[in-house]
């Protein structure tokens, strides 16, 4: 079976905002598209700094990296499914 192909998109996009309140996060992270609340996932018990966060009004995904020393949160959207 061949190996699948990386595609590059220029559908990225990574914002940074600061952390709040005492456990980092301010009333939720907004959906980078609809500025719904994402529901986060943490994919991988060994990386508790990242993880995914899945928007239930529009169904967009994105990437949330935690940085802890800076108290940044980064997220990226993830590409949507062009068909």
Do not use: H, Y
């Amino acid at each position: 079976m061949p190996r699948a192909k990386a595609v590059r998109t220029s559908d990225l996009l990574t914002s940074t905002v600061p952390m709040g309140g005492t456990d980092g996060w301010a009333n939720g992270m907004g959906c980078p598209d609809c500025d719904s609340e994402l529901s986060m996932e943490q994919p991988d018990t060994r990386q508790p700094d990242r993880l995914l966060g899945i928007c239930s009004e529009c169904g967009s995904w994105a990437l949330v990296t935690l940085d802890l020393d800076r108290r940044q949160i980064r997220v990226a959207r993830l590409p949507r499914d062009p068909g």
